[in-house]
């Protein structure tokens, strides 16, 4: 039973990183029409930019308890990187076909995880001393950090405030009133330059948001992003590329199947992640929740 | 209130338009007429922004609008409603309706007259949006798309719209249902430029027509007179 929590409790927290991420991806791809290859280099960005802060402010003598507040300092970084890159480097490419988008996030992909070595160095950071304040709970036998409910946490609001942005909001009827017809959209007085930016700047914020709360339980190591955007990849194509609620479903289901898979069959943990992807997209092609071209 | 001084203007490789001029005064409703390809929607769309015109010159009340992106000719009052009808199915009637005022020059709605409101003009015009603005836009009929259609471009409060085949598709009790409307549209002072394929769909409301083909004005006029012109006889009678 013990284990059997603590793995629920696991997956959830797992579940809530890759939400971040593929929630971000799939706002980008719905809007954008772009599938941003550089997503997880964005989730290492705010994982490292976070780290290398918390660890400065902490050598300037700032509390531990009070570096917390400076978590989402790796969130709005990427933010204004991806509200830099949209306008700059990809807009001019949205009427080219998708080989060329690819090609230049992937691109991009690579700049930044050279930008991350130079800047940072090759050295993996950790910033765990924001755990400790949080103390923990006990739960049967074994105590659990209360950080990790805070990233479980953050990842329902996210989730309850993406809702409310898109389906609750002036910006969201614009979002997918410009998702659906750029060209009508601007016809409508819809100034569809800035919906893009800001978009693009959300879906950035929400995979840097995800680096962010998760730098204080894992390292920020060279690469992290690569392993992220691949997990992504099968979140979004389980879930329906460009659903929200299917990122959602399907970051629950891969977080639960891998963390099931990393317990029984360590061995083949990925395989079965991949395995499972493929079964759902035989049984629906457009993912779970996502719409027929 | 419009002109268009011998614009050219291309889709992909291929020129459209070949130096067309127009003139549209301030009240008037003036139709552009012409077969399948004469060049009617681009000639709208280069109006409204959505194609680049490649040589010449667009001014609206005087404000050179050539160059400029699609969203701020909409917020200068000109609304756009295409035959497609373009509406975002993702959204309801009342949320795409919204669109339109959230984007119109608060400095227009305010000139309007004391007591008139955008929802009073457009449900003056078409009453029956009440009863299904909740609905999804997906699950309207045509004649009810249309509607939608047009009174979203109303509530950008538009001096100059635009509407493209306003009658196509729809049944004939329609049409004369539709007619009344554009003619109340007119009432209220905004200025009307419509393209349509049926031109004694047309000659119903217009004042003026220009009738198109291949990309050239060949006829500009009144309605009753356009067939006297052997050119647009043969061309509009085929």
């Known amino acids: 039973m013990d284990i059997f929590i603590l793995q629920v409790l696991n997956a959830l927290f797992y579940a809530s990183i890759l939400y971040l991420i593929a929630s971000g991806f799939t706002l980008i791809f719905g809007v954008m029409g772009i599938a941003n290859m550089a997503h997880g280099s964005f989730y290492a960005v705010g994982a490292f930019v976070t780290a290398w802060s918390l660890g400065f402010l902490q050598s300037r003598g700032v509390e531990p308890w009070l570096l917390v507040f400076f978590l989402p300092l790796g969130a709005i970084a990427v933010a204004i990187l991806g509200m830099l890159i949209e306008p700059i480097l990809l807009r001019p490419f949205y009427q080219r076909a998708h080989e060329y988008q690819l090609l230049l996030t992937f691109g991009v992909l690579l700049i930044i995880e050279d930008g991350i070595q130079m800047i940072f160095g090759s050295d993996p950071l950790l910033v765990d001393m924001v755990i400790a304040p949080f103390g923990s709970l006990q739960i049967f036998s074994f105590r659990y950090p209360n950080y990790n409910f805070v990233v479980i946490g953050t990842g329902l609001v996210t989730a309850f405030l993406l809702w409310a942005l898109m389906y609750r909001s002036r910006f969201g009827v614009v979002l997918r009133a410009t998702s659906q017809d750029m060209r009508m959209a601007s016809a409508m007085g819809i100034n569809v330059g800035k919906v893009y930016v800001l978009a693009f700047g959300i879906g950035s914020f929400l995979a840097g948001l995800g680096g962010a709360i998760i730098v204080p339980t894992q390292t920020a190591v060279v690469g992290m992003g690569l392993e992220a955007l691949i997990i992504a990849f099968v979140v979004v194509a389980v879930g329906g590329i460009g659903s929200q609620l299917g990122a959602l479903i399907g970051a629950l289901l891969v977080a639960l199947v891998r963390t099931a898979g990393v317990h029984f069959v360590p061995e083949i943990e990925l395989a079965v992640l991949f395995l499972i992807a493929v079964g759902v997209l035989l049984w629906r092609p457009t993912g779970l929740l996502g719409n027929a071209p | ?238």
């Not at chain 2, 490789?13 to 004469?38: D, Q």
């Not at chain 2, 009617?40 to 992106?69: A, W, Y």
């Not at chain 2, 000139?111 to 009863?131: C, H, N, Q, W």
């Open chain 2, 1 to 238: 209130m419009l002109a268009l001084d011998n614009i050219e203007t291309f889709r992909g490789p291929a020129k459209i338009l070949h130096g067309i001029s127009m003139k549209i005064e301030e009240g008037e409703v003036v139709a552009i007429v012409g077969r399948n390809g004469a060049g009617k929607i681009t000639t709208m769309e280069s109006i409204i922004g959505l194609l680049r015109v490649k040589s010449g010159q667009i001014s609206f009340r005087g404000e050179n609008i050539t160059r400029m992106s699609a969203h701020s000719i909409a917020r200068r009052g000109i609304g756009f409603s295409p035959g497609d009808c373009g509406l975002f199915s993702s959204l309801s009637v009342q949320e795409n309706l919204e669109i339109g005022r959230w984007h119109a020059d608060p400095k227009r709605i305010d000139k309007m007259a004391d007591g008139d409101t955008l929802e009073k003009r457009v449900y003056s015009v078409f009453p029956e949006i009440e009863g299904f603005k909740r609905r999804n836009s997906l699950k309207l009929s045509g004649g009810q798309r249309k509607m939608v259609a047009i009174s979203r471009a109303m509530y950008l409060c538009p001096s100059l719209l635009l509407i493209d085949e306003a009658f196509e598709g729809l049944a004939p009790v329609v049409i004369s249902r539709f007619r009344d409307a554009l003619k109340k549209i007119k009432e209220m002072g905004i200025t009307l430029l419509m393209a349509e394929s049926n031109f004694s769909n047309a000659s119903l409301v217009a004042d003026r027509v220009y009738v198109l083909d291949r990309g050239e004005v060949l006829y500009e006029g009144k309605p009753k007179d356009a067939m006297n012109d052997p050119r647009v006889k043969k061309i509009l009678q085929g």
